[in-house]
């Protein structure tokens, strides 16, 4: 894939790579500046498409009559060149790939996760901000969240559960609050 | 009790202007790590710094259109404050807020778009967007892709990267799958310029209060929703920027926010003095939606000229033959 201007697509000539500031796009004049790396230069490996194995050779466990090349590192299974699939400097079999993927085994393999405590102290605080009643039952649901989901894993980045506690006291704040009207409301009305 | 995440990840710098979606970028030991938010939840994307081709980083504007919308937002508060005595504290305040904003933007710098590129993919890093920063993040960036690819040469990039150029065909490719064709319609110009005239109805709401006033203000709003509605569902068929998007959902939202914040004061005041005409919070309440009006219709105005003029910038397609 050739680096192209961000603009009209053209590719950019060579000498982009290694100036040091922005230079006008050859075919529309954008200022553009490339960061170029050796990857860039490295020629693509061909598709691996497996030997075919000949009597007495080891055969992949996928296709038996393809010559297997390497072991899976994790379960061991025999692969050949298209089952083979390298992943951080290791031998992975498709199997093991999409299983550890399932079963999220290390964050390597996850690419989204739902932050609990952003949602528990959106339960917390905007139905309070939305003059008030509306928290009775936000505090709640923000309650059950806190609780429920403390133990989830959280953001594969650093954070830490600042999120819940506030929501969890918020909650509790808004609950006692509501508690205290209410009985306000109903000893004023049975004096009444 | 785990109270702090394994730190395996540090954060480099760049944070998008936006308060839905936040993007950001993150450094491990062996790769790059791609953060797109919504806030309630995160989706991540890995480049291996084996991978990494090249950043490409493009110039905007020298000043983004956040900066001019700002100044324009500052002037307007500032204006009345510096010509009439009413609610000029408010004013005064609200105006040197603004003005900091604008002036921390403009030291901001110009504006870029930056890309990642890898064998296989281009992605557009979302974070990264004034030119100083993009700089900072892959000066930070670089010695880890240099460590594991060796650094880049001139003799290198002599080589050529692509083989020789096949030439264009003559007839229009078909488009792709899931292409869609771009906005051509006036929907968009004709939103933002009600946004303004609803800004200038709050306005002048302040000092004439009436019947016509309140006319006006109820038509600017049904046809305020009816055309973002309209647009709503006509962004599923057209290519539109992200940010004429986001402006659209924000315009609806801010509608949406007034108009059940206006109608909660009424009914509060309504109960604690029966027959009055005005409500707690009434100048505040007008003078923020002069601002976020003016701001959205600004900001949306100057966002639709300037993809209308990239659209006819556009380099021309080959005719068929």
Redesign the interface.
Same mark, same amino acid.
């Given at each position: 894939? *050739?680096?192209t @201007?961000?603009? @009209?697509q $053209? &590719?950019l000539p060579?000498?982009f790579? !290694?100036v040091t500031n +922005?230079m006008p796009c050859p075919? @529309?004049g954008?200022? /553009?500046?490339?960061? $170029?790396? *050796? $990857? +860039?230069?490295r020629s693509?490996p061909a598709p691996a498409v497996g030997e075919l194995s000949v009597a007495g050779e080891a055969g992949c466990f996928y296709h038996p009559d393809k010559r297997a090349i390497v072991t899976c590192h994790l379960c061991g299974r025999f692969l050949c060149g298209l089952c083979n699939v390298d992943f951080?400097q290791q031998n992975w079999c498709p199997g093991c790939l999409e299983s550890s993927s399932r079963k999220r085994k290390g !964050?390597?393999f996850?690419?989204?996760?739902? +932050?609990y405590d952003?949602?528990a102290l959106?339960f917390a605080t905007l139905p309070f901000l $939305?003059?008030f009643y509306p928290s009775l039952i936000g505090a709640p649901v923000a309650l059950y969240i806190s609780v429920r989901y403390w133990k989830a894993p959280?953001? !594969? +980045? &650093?954070? /830490?559960?600042i999120r819940f506690l506030v929501a969890i006291l918020l909650a509790i704040g808004q609950l006692v609050l509501m508690g205290a009207l209410i009985y306000t409301v109903v000893h004023s009305t049975r004096r009444a | 009790m785990k109270w702090r995440s394994e730190r395996r990840y540090r954060r480099l710098p760049g944070r998008p202007f936006s308060a839905i979606s936040r993007d950001s970028l993150w450094l491990a030991e062996d790769h790059l790590l791609s953060v797109q938010s919504n806030r309630f939840s995160e989706t991540y994307r890995r480049y291996y710094f084996r991978d990494i081709q090249a950043f490409t980083i493009q110039r905007k504007a020298p000043i983004s259109p956040w900066t001019y919308a700002a100044g324009a937002v500052a002037a307007a508060f500032l204006a009345p404050g510096l010509l009439f005595e009413f609610q000029r504290t408010f004013l005064w305040i609200s105006g040197g807020l603004f003005l900091a904003i604008t002036l921390a933007l403009i030291g901001l710098g110009p504006t870029c778009v930056c890309y990642i590129q890898t064998a296989v993919s281009r992605d557009r890093l979302g974070s990264l967007r004034w030119i100083r920063t993009a700089e900072k993040a892959l000066s930070i960036l670089q010695p880890g892709i240099e460590q594991v690819q060796g650094a880049m040469t001139p003799e290198l990039a002599a080589l050529p990267s692509e083989p020789p150029p096949i030439p264009a065909p003559a007839i229009q490719p078909p488009p792709l799958p899931g292409a869609k064709p771009p906005e051509t319609g006036w929907g968009y110009e004709f939103l933002f310029v009600i946004l303004l005239l609803d800004s200038l109805q709050s306005y002048l709401s302040l000092s004439h209060r009436g019947t016509p006033v309140d006319v006006a203000g109820w038509t600017i709003l049904i046809t305020e929703v009816i055309c973002i509605v309209w647009l709503m569902i006509r962004q599923r068929r057209f290519e539109v920027p992200g940010a004429i998007r986001v402006i659209v959902i924000l315009a609806l939202v801010v509608t949406a926010g007034f108009t059940y914040a206006v109608y909660m004061l009424r009914t509060i005041a309504a109960q604690l003095k029966p027959g009055t005409a005005t409500y707690p919070g009434y100048v505040p309440l007008h003078m923020t939606a002069i601002a976020v009006y003016g701001v959205l219709g600004v900001a949306g105005l100057g966002l639709i000229t300037r993809h209308r003029q990239f659209l006819r910038r556009s380099p021309p397609v080959a005719s068929p033959q």
């Open positions: 894939m *050739p680096v @201007c961000a603009r @009209c $053209a &590719p060579n000498y790579f !290694i +922005l075919s @529309c954008t200022e /553009t500046r490339v960061h $170029a790396f *050796p $990857a +860039l230069f693509q951080k !964050i390597d996850e690419n989204h996760r739902v +932050l952003s949602v959106a $939305a003059l959280g953001s !594969i +980045l &650093p954070r /830490t559960k | -």
